[in-house]
């Protein structure tokens, strides 16, 4: 594999509920990040991981969102009492180490109905 | 509040022409700037990165920084109909690793 894989690639939930979204990033990147894009939106930062550590939780909006990383490969991020503010996709992004470029996955669309 | 600003668009050019995307950034510490292309339904794709004033070429795309304006553009010679699309500019401070984005400008090239 050799770009940021994510799943599913679509994901469609009820309101309350709560969801998983999973990002595999490329071999050997250090540096992980998470943002979302609503509907006609820009991206917004969510997280930031070096290794399994978050160095950076700043964007994440409420406490119903968190993340965790395993080691320097897969990235979970969980939304808790899904509301429909939610709806989005949602991009992991890897790089080589911080501060380089940076390669986005195919995104997870999810939908809060 | 660190911004990035780009015009919305639509900027339409005929098939041919040269495409000029701008980009202005509000951090004066800024140190690394990237554009990204974002096909409709699709995640973005990084086509350029530039760290030094002046110009960088990468075939058809030609990226321009000029950190004194706080200004960062990027030219698409011999505009295709397939370079349609939304351009993202990114950049990123030097007190993080996260990437601002712009809202992105939409082009369309016409056949």
């Known amino acids: 594999g050799a770009g940021v894989s994510q799943s599913p690639s679509n994901k469609v939930t009820e309101k309350g509920k709560d969801v998983e979204l999973r990002c595999d990033p490329i071999s050997g990147h250090t540096a992980l990040y998470w943002y979302r894009q609503r509907l006609g939106q820009g991206l917004e930062f969510l997280i930031y991981?070096?290794?399994?550590?978050?160095?950076?939780k700043s964007g994440l909006p409420s406490d119903r969102f968190s993340a965790e990383r395993t080691g320097e490969s897969v990235s979970t991020l969980t939304i808790q009492r899904t509301q429909q503010e939610d709806s989005a996709v949602y991009l992991c992004a890897s790089s080589l180490e911080p501060y380089n470029e940076q390669f986005f996955g195919p995104g997870t669309r999810l939908t809060v109905l | 509040q660190k911004e990035v600003e780009q015009n919305s668009g639509p900027l339409s050019v005929p098939e041919g022409a040269i495409a000029s995307l701008n980009c202005t950034y509000s951090?004066?510490?800024?140190?690394?700037f990237f554009w990204y292309r974002q096909y409709s339904g699709k995640s973005p794709e990084l086509i350029m990165s530039?760290?030094?004033?002046g110009d960088k070429e990468d075939g058809r795309f030609t990226a321009q920084l000029n950190k004194a304006s706080q200004y960062v553009s990027l030219l698409i010679r011999d505009s295709q109909p397939s370079d349609s699309a939304t351009y993202l500019c990114?950049?990123?401070?030097?007190?993080?690793?996260?990437?601002?984005f712009g809202k992105g400008t939409t082009l369309s090239v016409s056949s």
């Open positions: 991981f070096q290794g399994n550590s978050a160095p950076d």
């Open positions: 951090d004066r510490v800024s140190q690394s």
């Open positions: 530039i760290y030094s004033n």
């Open positions: 990114a950049v990123l401070h030097q007190a993080g690793t996260a990437l601002i």
